[in-house]
């Protein structure tokens, strides 16, 4: 079998620009979900019922449901609903922060509710307010002991913002496909995809590992 490994280096600026919009997808859902995950966070955390079950709702159907099935509901279904006409591109980023925003809202409760009852008692007995004791006491001491987890969504939404190549977002997937169609070049292409994914995605493994080390809480 002859191989063609000049079809990468011919199609560099194609895979180029596919990295770029995967890094935005990350960057631009991971934006969101933070503190939208914050928000659903406190809703389950509220002593109103009604707005307890609305956060516990959130959490639980977005969680549940297959990313993939997610990202085509949106595509598919909500313009119907809303009758307005999204791009792929910010049809893939509401899918995926829709996702991601309900584990960060499960990864912020754990952080809240591993803070000591007392910290907060103590801050209250100071005349603080219930929200500047979450925002002043509580919330910093939780990003610290979560901040490992976070890095952890981080590298798994990377790799997942590839599943949103089924809508035709231009990401690294997405491109790599289209040249595997238009060239034939099945194994060159897909083996460049695995190169580049993992080049990408090791560097950022071991910044999760070096976070776990240094800001890792160990009681």
Known sequence: MKYDWDVIWRYRDQLFDGIVVTVLLTVITMA???????????????????????????????RNLPLILLIYWTFYVLPIMVEWTVSPFATG???????????????????VNSIRKGQSDAAL??????WQVMYRVILPQAVRRILPVLASTWVSLFKDTS??????????????MQIRSQTFR???MLT???????????PQAKLVDWIHRKYGVKE
Not at 96 to 107: D, G, H, V
């Open 32 to 62: 969101i979900s933070i503190p939208s995950g914050i928000a659903v966070m406190m809703l389950r955390r509220s002593k109103l019922k009604p707005l307890g079950w609305l956060g516990t709702c959130f959490v639980e159907f977005f």
């Open 93 to 111: 980023v509401t899918a995926l922060a829709l996702a991601i925003s309900a584990y960060n809202a499960e990864t912020f409760r754990a952080g």
């Open 125 to 130: 007995a100071l005349g603080m307010s219930w």
């Open 163 to 176: 599943l949103v190549s089924v809508i035709a977002v231009g990401e690294l997937a997405y491109n790599t």
């Open 186 to 188: 099945i194994l060159e």
């Open 192 to 202: 460049a995809m695995a190169v580049i994914y993992w080049c990408l995605g090791y």
